[in-house]
Structures are given as C-alpha cells and as structure tokens.
C-alpha cells in the first residue's frame, strides 16, 4: 500500500496520499492506487501533483486519458491537488480538459487541500 490515510470530505471517504511515493504515470500505477482504495473503503483517491507524471499533463501523450479511464471504470474518484499552472500556461488543450474535469465528478484538479474541502461531494 502507497504512504497514505483516510479523511472524510463531506461524507466522502478520500484516501490521501503523500507526496512521496510512486509517480501516477500509466495505467498500472493508476490500478496500484486503484487497488488500496477498497481496502480502506475510500470512494476518492486524492494525489499530490508531485506525484503525477509530466506526461500525464502532455494530453497526446495518451497518459491522462489511459489513468481516467481506469478511475472511472472503478468507480473511484480522483482528485489532483497541487499547482497546476505551468502545465496549463502551456496548452489550451489542458486548460480546456482541467475546466471540463473540474466541472464533473470523477477527476477534479484543485490548488490545495483546503479547495478539496470546500467542494461539495
């Protein structure tokens, strides 16, 4: 199991993961964080950004959409909490698909904890 503890976020059960640990890169390490959510009965998987892949940021890299993928099929949500602004200054691609996601339920990017709380479930 990744370096982590359950919080409740508005009656969400969200497994929160500490900077240090493995990079959310593919597929595989996406179904490894997957994998401790049940375990812990946590219906959101919140990541710091220094744990997600450069290439998750760099759409046609494939990565973002191969991770999501995997999180919504589970039926777990993920959520990205960190500062995101040089990824997006650099591709209207990322900035369009951040203010899609943000506008859903099952990937959300938010600066800080403190946003993470102050969404509604």
Same mark, same amino acid.
Do not use: Y
């Given at each position: 199991? =990744?370096?982590?503890? &359950? ?14 640990? $493995?990079? &959310? ?9 997957? %994998? ?12 710091? #950004?220094?744990? #997600? ?5 760099? &759409? +046609? $890299?494939? #990565?973002? %959409? ?18 995101? =602004? ?7 691609? &990322? ?17 800080? +904890?403190?946003?993470?709380?102050? +969404?509604?479930?």
């Amino acid at each position: 199991m =990744t370096a982590s503890h &359950l919080e409740a976020v508005h009656g969400v059960s969200v497994l929160m993961c500490d900077r240090d640990g $493995s990079k &959310l890169s593919d597929g595989q390490s996406a179904l490894d964080l997957i %994998g401790d959510a049940p375990g812990c009965r946590a219906d959101m998987v919140a990541v710091p #950004v220094e744990r #997600v892949a450069d290439d998750f940021f760099a &759409l +046609r $890299s494939g #990565v973002a %959409g191969e991770v999501v993928q995997k999180f919504v099929n589970h039926r777990i949500r993920l959520a990205v909490i960190g500062d995101i =602004t040089a990824h997006v200054a650099g591709s209207d691609a &990322l900035r369009d698909f951040v203010r899609e996601a943000n506008r859903g339920k099952h990937l959300w990017f938010v600066p800080d +904890r403190a946003e993470l709380e102050e +969404r509604p479930a």
